[in-house]
């Protein structure tokens, strides 16, 4: 099928506003009277608060109010689990937890009040470690009444009675793992981990809140998901749908999952209830890494049973994630890690045990992968330990397990859509695979490696699509995905433009407020916006087109079915000659000048196509994660689809420094179908940059739950510099078109982040014989790691 | 005490009242309405408050507005002259280097300075030169590119 939009690299919609520095974001709105809003945070990892004064600060002038615990209400909110006050109450958990807040005139101003809070805690033993604190009797427990915590029905969540700081528990049985590892040739056990990295989006979190005259609330947020933040905040303040709004009808200064739950806007709501006046409450830097959601930490230990010939036939995963003190999205990614597991292998014998755990770290978020880039960490990179212990080569390893699509995966699912193997002769073939690579003289040591990654997006969902007609026939798509940088107003326009026949400049799109445009459940997560409301516009403009026949049937003489549209015109399709233009159907009710446009539809007031899209999810056993085969065998699926990827690179590895230098990317993902190719190169280079900075810097380093580096300087993010040459970053789009997705397409946000760091680690362990097991691969874990290689070839030697 | 002050940003004079501790960056966006001026990190370490001042590259944000008395400053605001675009801005367009935008205004004033400074730098110079401003969406490769077919345009229209 070929299509005139769609398929096409148009220019996006919010370039030309974001180059010339008109693109307005929440960070850049005030409110007449506006206050502003500073946090005071806990010092301490656990401890009780035993006083807080807050009547020096109030008496400071400018200061509109000061609130605490007290003045919060007293339902907890939460993610998953609601285990969070607005304000600590009687505990802090976690270094950077909430005491107290202020609302001021100026930042300043409340700056100087939050000095003059006097707070008295008493210490409390703590938890760091997420080993530790998954014992059966840890050195403290993080939420003593969690038992009695209310739990959210979806996800469905599992506590543990003898393990006081688990808050899920998810599992997989597959077939029987025991007698897999008894028929294996090979055994490999193996334990990796990854640290607590921020997602760094550029604009920090940032909202305003204000009271409205009747009691209802409007919230301005720089966030992701306003629905979900609306279903939040009716939950806390017990108000009813219709007074809660939430507007992000701007740009989203990135998110990559940072933005998903809430952070600023239930104290900024207090603030505001206390003082009639809108609040504004924004995010230092320092602020997003101690207390703005980190990716949650993994241990993974995973044993699998080889044959010789190069099978997996056994793979046994336990897990351990560390929630930091309150949960979040972390029950929910500790679930879809699953997911992760099960996406690209063939795996007749699969068991998995994931526990989420409470500790006394900075707290938790969704991050770009959503559990799947921890898990794919540690299954690529056990890969290429297999491959050379069976003396196979890592592609021909990895050819021989893949799935493909019909077969059935580890959780039930008939896989479909798989362009995995594309993926992987593509990368293959880039990086020159079956070439040897030339060696350097010096301690540079060349090498080049490889990993598999995937994403799938979740179910069930549900999208709601409005598309408008205006009285010059431009199209008016009304939306509430986000617009964080992903491009999903230009991939909605390319539709609604596509469907009606006509160019770009046609089509309008307007989005993000609760009040004006439709429910779109979860928001852009789970690179869904594309497949989920993609499909919904798409129905909606059929809607729309529909109505527009109808009503144009006494005009045109013609059924409806004998219709079509193109062009700004209706026209019949047995005698083309017979058409009219869309303004024909707008009455002008009084005409200031002649030929001025109509203002409104006879009858019907005005054309709005409607539609929903809905992802349902099948059931599946709360033990083995399977959905029943009969289910399964009609469709039925855990998730909405799985994008997948590969990446080879080739690096360079300095013996004496540790340095490591990423010298050439390839990346392929399957997109499903690209609806504009170059914003799926965008995505992919991005993703890319993003686990390669993952891979070789980035870790929020913690001494006693305290961030030890809260800033660029510390934090090390990737600069251009540390990329590699425009032209040794070679980007392949595979297509493996969706049943279910709009003209084929899946979505692309997350799918390419995941097998960078692997495909490094790789590559790190062809060149200098090191494999690096927990990440970040620090200069130092290169040399220690040399080092203990050198020790023990001495030893064998000495034998 | 705030003190008067007189500022001239993208050719316009400006008289504003400000705390002699207030950064340029904050002077420019909340006195003056320049919100194209981004503020990420405030500590001088990711470049998106980058401005240009008598010429040269500055993070406005470790700049105090007093110290750019007298000084010719543009924002990405001036940088298109007439209602035309800068070769840099139809580049950044054209070459999907923009996503979420908010490193934008920063990275195009900084390329700008280096292809003043540099007019045939390479391509190995731009991303040198760039190493002071953060990008998390685009990991950089269209960024670079648009700055090497802007480059090659400035120096055919020179």
Known sequence: ?799 | MKQALELKVNGQLYEVFVEPWQSLAEVLREELGFTGVRVSCNTGDCGSCTVIVDGKAVKSCLMLAPQAKGKEIITIEGLAQDGKLHPLQEAFIDHFAVQCGYCTSGMILMAKTLLDESPDATEEEIRAGLSGNFCRCTGYVKIVEAIMAAKEKMNFAR
């Open chain 1, 1 to 799: 099928m070929t299509h005139s939009v769609v398929g096409k690299s148009v220019t996006r919609l919010d370039a030309l506003a974001k180059v010339t520095g008109q693109a307005k974001y929440c960070t850049d709105i005030k409110l007449p009277g506006m206050l502003h809003a500073k946090v005071l945070r806990s010092p301490y990892a656990h401890a009780r608060i035993l006083s807080i004064d807050t009547s020096k600060a109030e008496k400071l002038q400018g200061v509109r109010v000061v609130i605490t615990g007290e003045d919060v209400p007293p339902k907890r909110f939460g993610a998953s689990v609601f285990d969070q006050h607005v304000l600590a109450r009687s505990v802090v958990r976690y270094v950077g937890d909430p005491v107290a807040a202020v609302a001021a005139d100026t930042i300043e101003i409340a700056e100087r009040a939050l000095e003059l809070i006097h707070v008295e805690y008493e210490g409390m033993p703590a938890v760091f470690d997420v080993e530790e604190a998954w014992q059966t009797s840890p050195a403290a427990v993080v939420h003593p009444d969690l038992p009695e915590y209310q739990l959210a029905k979806f996800p469905s969540l599992q506590l543990v009675p003898e393990r006081p700081n688990v808050c899920n528990y998810r599992t997989v049985r597959c077939g029987d793992v025991e007698k897999g590892f008894q028929e294996a040739d090979l055994i490999i056990e193996n334990r990796f981990t990854t640290p607590r990295i921020q997602h760094c989006p550029f604009e920090p979190h940032v909202c305003i809140a204000q009271l409205e005259a009747d009691g209802s609330l409007t919230i301005y947020a720089g966030r992701q998901s306003i629905f979900l933040a609306k279903q939040y905040l009716c939950s806390l303040f017990e108000l009813p749908p219709s007074k809660i709004r939430v507007i992000a009808s701007y740009y989203i200064g990135g998110g990559f999952g940072s933005k998903v739950t809430l952070y600023t806007e239930p104290i900024a709501v207090v603030l505001a209830i206390k003082t009639q006046r809108p609040v504004r409450l924004a995010y230092t830097r320092e602020e997003m890494f101690a207390s703005g959601g980190t990716r949650v930490p993994f241990v993974i230990h995973i044993k699998d049973g080889v044959k010789r010939n190069g099978s997996i036939i056994a793979r046994k995963m336990m897990m351990l994630l560390d929630m930091g003190a309150y949960a979040g999205s972390g029950p929910f990614i500790t679930r879809n890690s699953i997911y992760g597991i099960v996406a690209g292998y063939r795996l007749p014998n699969l068991k998995v045990d994931a526990y989420a755990v409470y500790t006394n770290q900075p707290i938790v978020a969704s991050f770009r992968g959503f559990g799947t880039t921890q898990v794919v960490w540690a299954i690529e990179s056990q890969m290429d330990i297999i491959a050379e212990k069976l003396k196979m080569d890592a592609v021909e390893l990895r050819r021989k397990n893949l799935l493909k699509e019909g077969d059935m995966n580890a959780t039930g699912e008939i896989v479909h859509s798989i362009g995995l193997r594309e993926c992987l002769d593509k990368v293959a073939d880039l990086i020159e695979w079956d070439k040897n690579t030339k060696q350097e003289k010096g301690s540079w040591k060349r090498g080049k490696g490889l990993a598999l990654g995937n994403k799938y997006s979740m179910a069930p969902t549900a999208a709601v699509g409005v598309v408008k007609v205006l009285e010059d026939g431009t199209i008016e798509v009304r939306e509430s995905a986000d617009e964080m940088g992903q491009g999903c107003i230009t991939v909605l326009a390319q539709i609604a433009a596509e469907e009606f026949g006509v160019s770009m400049d046609r089509v309008k799109v307007v989005w993000g407020d609760t009040n004006f445009t439709p429910y779109f459940s979860r928001g852009s997560t789970s690179q869904r916006s594309t497949f989920n409301l993609g499909n919904a516009v798409r129905l909606a403009c059929q809607d729309a087109k529909r109505q527009l026949c109808e009503i144009a049937t006494q005009k045109l003489q013609a059924p409806p079915e004998d219709m079509d549209i193109k062009d700004g015109k209706i026209y019949v399709r047995s005698e083309r000659s017979k058409a009219i233009d869309i303004k024909e159907l707008f009455t002008a009710e009084r005409e200031l000048l002649p030929g001025e446009f109509g203002n409104y539809v006879e009858k019907k007031g005005e054309v709005v196509g409607k539609a929903v899209s809905v992802t349902p999810a099948a059931p599946s056993d709360p033990l083995t994660a399977q959905i029943p085969s009969d289910i399964a065998r009609q469709g039925g699926r855990l998730t909405a689809f799985y994008g997948y990827a590969a990446q080879a690179v080739e690096v360079l590895v300095n013996t004496e420094t540790g340095e490591i230098k990423v010298e050439r990317i390839a990346a392929a993902t399957d997109v499903g179908y690209p609806l504009n190719p170059k914003m799926c190169e965008q995505q992919i280079e991005g993703g890319v940059s993003m686990g390669l900075s993952s891979a070789l810097w980035e870790e929020v380093v913690l001494d006693r739950g305290k961030v030890l580096n809260p800033n660029f300087r510390d934090y090390k993010v990737a600069s251009a510099s540390n990329m590699p040459k425009i032209d040794n970053v070679k980007v392949s789009i595979v297509i493996a078109p969706h049943k279910d997705g709009p003209y084929g397409a899946k979505g692309t946000g997350e799918t390419q982040m995941t097998p960078t760091a692997p495909a490094i680690a790789n590559a790190v362990y062809n060149a200098v014989g090191v494999r690096i097991r927990d990440l970040p691969m620090t200069r130092e874990k290169i040399i220690v790691g040399k080092r203990h290689k050198n020790e023990g070839q001495q030893k064998k030697q000495a034998r």
